[in-house]
Nanobody
Framework: QVQLVESGGGLVQAGGSLRLSCAAS????????VAWFRQGPGKERDFVAY????????YASDSVQGRFTISRDNAKNTVYLQMNSLKPEDTAVYYC????????????????WGQGTQVTVSS
């Protein structure tokens, strides 16, 4: 499995931007589909976006489509989540996750998880 560490979270005003990073250990990072999930206070962990191994295919949930962009740099073993036009309802702990299998939105598809990074959006 690959080890993942998220960073870049923080406190931002509504309408602002943040970029989250997910740094991975291991030489086979390019073999993994990577996704971002989030869990708001008292809520279940929900899918945000995924990116395939080569980075050619991405998909984002309806709630963030057009505002969040997922990308990756396999040379740096890092996946990014650029978050623009943030809203208070985006407040959550954001997790990155890696799958050695095919891509998808299901939590169970992902075997490796980071510890999460807190994003708080004030109104």
């Amino acid at each position: 499995q690959v080890q993942l560490v998220e960073s870049g979270g923080g406190l931002v005003q509504a309408g602002g931007s943040l970029r989250l990073s997910c740094a991975a250990s291991g030489r086979t990072f390019a073999a993994y589909t990577v996704a971002w999930f989030r869990q708001g206070p008292g809520k279940e962990r929900d899918f945000v976006a995924y990116i395939t191994r080569s980075g050619k295919r991405t998909y984002a949930s309806d709630s963030v489509q057009g505002r969040f962009t997922i990308s990756r740099d396999n040379a740096k073993n890092t996946v990014y989540l650029q978050m623009n036009s943030l809203k208070p309802e985006d407040t959550a702990v954001y997790y990155c996750a890696a799958s050695a299998g095919t891509w998808g939105t299901d939590l169970d598809r992902y075997q490796s998880w980071g510890q999460g990074t807190q994003v708080t959006v004030s109104s």
